[in-house]
């Protein structure tokens, strides 16, 4: 009876609890310029690290797909353990908010090291990568987990949820724009390319503290799980909480095949407009700078199309949109430089109009397992989204060098193959594409739709209620 009375309270329109209640527009900028930190980083290796490392760094294209898929064998283990951890801090400033303001210094000077070129012989350059990367990712791991999970709790409300990400992807694009728009340009104002990349992070390294600060400052964590707050419940029983949501198995699936596919293309961006497309160099970084311009747009319109279309459709047509955009380049040339740029950007312009969809997903599939358990595991769920992320990362990263490694690519700003070119071309265009394909292929199973979605959240502030 207690719960119909709260049933009909709520359609009624009465006010909600305060897990439900709007965010304020500073609070989501002060979130989403958390992403712009994070994203200085991020969009740095998704964008520039494996540019880097063949180019100026001088590792070959085999070794650099080995220190990206070695790296995710200690992810695997991290991982879990970070969202285990965040799930059990409490602290007066919450759970996740502390994470930002003890980790930022340290994930920042990290990002500097990973590009700084040493003075060491190939060896030793080897080693450094391998172990610079490595605390990168872990420093990575956590600061993201606990950032990511804040969601889940600023608001309980999903179509609150859907806005702070729209904005909170707007802002992280934001970061990528700023990436592409000055370390590029920064790494040109040097003689040696390995000093440009190293002052320019050092710069992104400081605005990324200043930002993190910003985002602990302006935030507020407000959902409570429904769990009994005496039990006590451990690292195991909660990773088969996590392993047994069916939905949380195929968010998981459908976010390791997306990465991937952004990863592939986004690797090759450099290799393609410097040695594909006819007289492009000096066109890079408005190449990048287009796709982050697209991908803002396309990030702050993605709760205006949920307005319109179930998520889950939504999600899955942007997917095939993103494929054909994708494999589109592979008819244009190398020649037309206008199509070329606006291909780009409407390729960003979808493809970023997916984060702030896809990202809910998680918080949703957290409610729809808080339900089934009567646990709330946020960190724990997030920490395998990150991993499956990472993975994405150097899977995608790895297939990019392993195929331009079979067409002929050589390392070291040499003169290419026309083989090699035309493989640079077919990892930019049609891999991608197929891998998008099957990512929609995997939402089509997902239960959790725009309908279910709001019903799980209204009953679980049944719950809280009681």
Do not use: H
């Not at 797909?65 to 919450?94: E, Q």
Request: proline share 2%; net charge positive; aromatic share 12%.
């Amino acid at each position: 009876m207690r719960k119909q009375i709260l049933l009909n309270r709520n359609e009624g329109g009465q006010k909600n609890t305060s897990s439900a209640k709007q965010v304020g527009l500073l609070e989501k900028i002060g979130y989403g310029l958390g992403d712009t930190a994070g994203n200085f980083v991020y969009q740095s290796v998704l964008l520039l690290l494996g540019f880097f490392y063949t180019e100026v760094y001088g590792l070959d294209t085999a070794t650099v797909a080995s220190i990206f898929l070695v790296v995710r064998i200690v992810d695997a283990i991290t991982d879990p353990l970070m969202g285990a951890l965040v799930d059990r801090t409490n602290t007066k400033w919450g759970k996740y908010r502390p994470y930002l303001i003890i980790l930022c210094v340290p994930y920042a000077i990290a990002s500097v090291l990973v590009f700084t070129v040493p003075d060491f012989g190939p060896e030793g350059k080897v080693i450094y990568a391998y172990t610079t990367y490595i605390t990168l990712m872990l420093l990575f791991t956590a600061i993201n987990i606990p950032y990511g999970s804040m969601t889940g709790v600023m608001t309980s409300d999903p179509k609150e949820r859907a806005s702070i990400n729209a904005t909170r992807f707007m802002f992280a694009t934001g970061g990528g724009l700023i990436v592409t728009s000055l370390v590029l340009p920064m790494t040109k104002l040097w003689e040696n390319p390995a000093i440009g990349y190293r002052n320019a992070m050092i710069l992104m390294a400081i605005l990324s503290v200043v930002l993190f600060v910003i985002c602990f400052v302006t935030t507020k964590e407000r959902v409570k799980g429904v769990e009994v707050k005496e039990r006590k419940s451990s690292v195991l029983k909660d990773l088969l909480f996590v392993v047994k949501n069916d939905q949380y198995r195929l968010v998981a699936l459908a976010t390791l095949l997306m990465v991937t596919a952004q990863t592939v293309k986004n690797t090759t961006q450099l290799y393609y407009i410097t040695i594909y497309v006819e007289d492009a160099v000096k066109y890079s970084a408005m190449f990048l700078s287009v796709w982050m311009i697209g991908g803002m747009l396309g990030a702050q319109l993605a709760s205006m199309l949920l307005k319109y279309m179930d998520k889950k459709k939504a999600y899955e047509l942007l997917l095939y949109i993103c494929a054909v955009a994708s494999a589109a380049s592979w008819f244009i040339g190398d020649s037309n430089i206008v199509m070329i740029m606006l291909l780009q950007f409407f390729v960003g312009f979808f493809n970023q109009m997916i984060a702030p969809i896809w990202f809910t997903f998680t918080a949703d599939s957290v409610d729809y397992g808080e339900l089934k358990f009567k646990r709330r595991i946020d960190g724990l769920t997030l920490s395998f989204t990150l991993f499956s992320l990472k993975l994405g990362l150097s899977i995608g990263g790895a297939i990019a060098l392993t195929i331009m490694g079979y067409y002929g690519y050589k390392s070291g700003g040499i003169a290419q193959s026309n083989e090699a070119i035309q493989g640079i071309l077919l990892v930019f265009s049609i891999v991608p594409a197929v891998i998008f394909i099957m990512t929609a292929l995997i939402v089509r199973l997902f239960k959790l739709n725009s309908k279910t979605i709001k019903e799980n959240a209204l009953k679980l502030e049944i719950l809280r209620a009681q």
